[in-house]
């Protein structure tokens, strides 16, 4: 007798399905995922704030001790030199947003894109436009959400 695996495929997925739909794991998931969507949403928009700010204190709350850190041209921070750089910035920033974001969590990471779009004016004078597409890594630490990795690429 010859057996096709895709025979197996719409049973195996049927028993999942009700497995799934029986232990009620559909209506957990989906509530569990929207609070933590929810907290990193609220992080991602804290360390927006901070990094326009240039709060130091603000984004040290916010990241991961084993932070790594790339900028757009290949340098990359350690959480303690990312906040020494932003307490000795020889610039501020003029504008700064963080545009269509998309945040998926998967189990205790999130995986957070955006276009960061703003303008650096430095101490002499000249402002400098930036134009980057962001991939952040956060990782749940207990009940809150750090960023634990970062890359920056120009557009």
Same mark, same amino acid.
């Given at each position: %007798?010859?057996?096709?695996? *895709?025979?197996?495929?719409l049973?195996?997925?049927?028993?999942?399905?009700?497995?799934?739909?029986?232990l009620?794991?559909? +209506?957990?998931?989906? =509530?569990?995922?929207?609070?933590?969507?929810?907290?990193?949403?609220?992080?991602?928009? =804290?360390? *927006?704030?901070?990094?326009?700010?240039?709060?130091?204190?603000?984004?040290?709350?916010?990241? =991961?001790?084993?932070?790594?850190?790339? &900028?757009?041209?290949?340098?990359?921070?350690?959480?303690?030199?990312? !906040?020494?750089?932003?307490?000795?910035?020889?610039?501020?920033?003029?504008? !700064?947003?963080? $545009?269509?974001p998309?945040?998926?969590?998967?189990?205790?990471?999130?995986?957070?894109?955006?276009?960061?779009?703003?303008?650096?004016?430095?101490?002499?004078?000249?402002?400098?436009?930036?134009?980057? &597409?962001?991939? %952040?890594?956060?990782?749940?630490?207990?009940?809150?959400? $750090? !960023?634990? +990795? *970062?890359?920056?690429?120009?557009?």
């Open positions: %007798m010859n057996v096709d695996r *895709r025979q197996f495929g049973p195996v997925l049927a028993l999942g399905l009700g497995l799934g739909l029986g009620g794991l559909t +209506s957990i998931t989906p =509530a569990f995922a929207g609070a933590d969507e929810d907290a990193v949403t609220k992080n991602v928009e =804290a360390f *927006r704030v901070a990094q326009a700010a240039g709060n130091a204190e603000g984004l040290a709350s916010l990241c =991961a001790d084993d932070l790594s850190y790339s &900028h757009s041209n290949a340098k990359v921070d350690t959480k303690a030199s990312l !906040l020494d750089g932003v307490a000795k910035a020889n610039y501020k920033w003029t504008s !700064l947003a963080y $545009k269509d998309t945040i998926r969590v998967v189990g205790p990471s999130a995986i957070v894109r955006f276009t960061f779009v703003g303008e650096q004016e430095f101490n002499d004078g000249k402002k400098t436009p930036q134009n980057l &597409h962001i991939l %952040m890594n956060w990782q749940k630490q207990g009940n809150d959400w $750090k !960023l634990l +990795s *970062r890359a920056a690429t120009k557009l």
